[in-house]
């Protein structure tokens, strides 16, 4: 029996693996994210995030995918948007969601907003981490099709009657979970408020950019892009856009090559993105220079980041 046709009732709801996994992710992350925000926030704001995390993440999650998802958009109806067991949601508009409801909270209280979302940068990836292993039992997350001799099924392989397709969703979990160590011990580290936050923005910005790139299952997906990929891509550009405002006066040369890079990175990534598929060059190529380009202004920010925290210690 395939596993994605296996279901829980409870009352009129029907949980399926996937969100099962969704629900585990969500419950590891909320959990992960009061024990870390209270550490350095005493307040109760980090109780009073967590339902307006839940709430706001299930809403733009859900108003993202009824938006930009053209599938959807032949079913539209105000009772098929209400009937979230139908599945449709949007990873991208759940975080977002989750960093209004932090927000929201700690505006509410009286707190520093910057320590929530320290918080909650360390907790998401361990949410990112589960659904994407959860994608598993669904039609999304794997990528074009392969072409090359001795195929076969493997961790990161699918094969099924029509070829063999990279598992982009058991890449993505793998990064989610690099990227949570390396967020929480530098966490447990940081000299500056937000520090944790804006690291986030960048290396998942930069790392999902080219993992969105590499999915190839028209999930709220337009001609050659896909609409996560150009939040993954915002998420990186308004980190350093900030980061530059920053340290202009602190750091300006380096500040001006990173501003310099901003664009010139976007638009060979543009180029990259539309040559996939529809030149003769090897795809693995594409993605080498994709993965280059990008890691070029992504070590740069952290290096500039890294100057301001010190330059912070020092005030200290």
């Known amino acids: 029996m395939e596993l994605s046709t296996i279901y829980l009732s409870i009352g009129s709801i ?3 693996p996937y969100g099962l996994m969704v629900f585990l992710g969500g419950a590891v992350a909320l959990a992960l994210f009061v024990r870390l925000a209270k550490q350095k ?21 859900r108003l993202l995918y009824a938006c930009f998802d053209e599938s959807f958009w032949q079913v539209m109806s105000l009772k098929n948007l209400l009937t979230l067991s139908n599945g449709g949601m949007s990873m991208m508009g ?41 994608e598993r039992f669904t039609a999304i997350g794997i990528s074009r099709a392969l072409t090359g001799k001795n195929l076969k099924a493997s961790l990161f392989v699918f094969e099924d009657t029509y070829g063999h397709y990279l598992k982009t969703f058991v890449l993505e979990a793998l990064v989610a979970a690099l990227l949570f160590i390396v967020l929480y011990l530098l966490y447990r580290h940081q000299a500056k408020r937000g520090a944790t936050f804006m690291r986030f923005l960048i ?7 080219v993992l969105e790139s590499l999915r190839y299952d ?16 915002t998420f990186f550009g308004v980190a350093l856009i900030v980061l530059v405002k920053r340290n202009w006066n602190h750091h ?10 901003l664009p010139i990175v976007i638009a060979v990534g543009l180029a ?3 040559m996939i598929d529809r030149s003769p060059i090897a795809d693995g190529v594409l993605y080498l220079a994709y993965i280059t380009i990008l890691s070029i202004p992504t070590m740069i920010a952290l290096y500039l980041l890294h100057l301001e925290e010190r330059r912070g210690k020092a005030s200290n």
């Open 14 to 16: 029907r949980l399926y």
């Open 41 to 61: 926030d005493k307040s109760d704001a980090p109780y009073l995030a967590l339902p307006l995390m839940v709430f706001f993440g299930l809403i733009l999650s």
């Open 94 to 134: 759940a975080l977002m969601g989750c960093a209004l409801g932090v927000v929201v909270a700690y505006k509410k209280m009286g707190s520093e907003t910057l320590l929530g979302l320290d918080a909650l940068s360390v907790a998401a990836p361990a949410f990112l981490f589960f659904t994407r292993l959860g």
């Open 203 to 209: 290396l998942f910005g930069a790392t999902q950019t």
């Open 218 to 233: 028209a999930h709220m997906s337009f001609s050659f892009i896909s609409v996560q990929q150009i939040i993954a891509v």
């Open 252 to 261: 300006r040369v380096i500040s001006l090559l990173l501003l310099i890079l």
């Open 272 to 274: 990259l993105e539309f």
